[in-house]
């Protein structure tokens, strides 16, 4: 499926629906390694609400930005390619169930 979205110069852009769901899965990304909006944007150097609009797929997202996300986040873009959120739901559950079994053991 093709949509209609714009650059960071305002220009439309034709893409594939499929790098919409890459913004979602580079969401996905940054919370396992713990960033916020406002670290990926400052290390981007590029505004929050313009980050934002990457992660929902409002803007393009190119091949070079996507290698900058991949650098900050320490991730291959093969990876973030293969995340969805029942890897973020397993990562969470196994996350706190460690959590627990620590501090119920002190």
């Known amino acids: 499926m093709l949509v209609t979205k714009y650059s960071m110069t305002n220009q439309p852009v034709t893409i594939m629906k499929k790098t919409l769901d890459l913004g979602k899965k580079i969401r996905i990304a ?23 609009l990457l992660e929902i797929g409002e803007i393009y997202l190119s091949i070079e930005r996507l290698d900058e996300i991949c650098k900050i986040l320490k991730m291959d873009v093969a990876f973030i390619e293969i995340l969805d959120n029942v890897d973020l739901l397993n990562f969470i559950v196994q996350d706190y169930a460690k959590l627990k079994n620590h501090y119920s053991q002190n």
Do not use: V
């Open 30 to 52: 940054r919370l396992l390694r713990g960033y916020s909006q406002e670290n990926m944007a400052t290390e981007l150097k590029i505004r929050q609400q313009t980050y934002q």
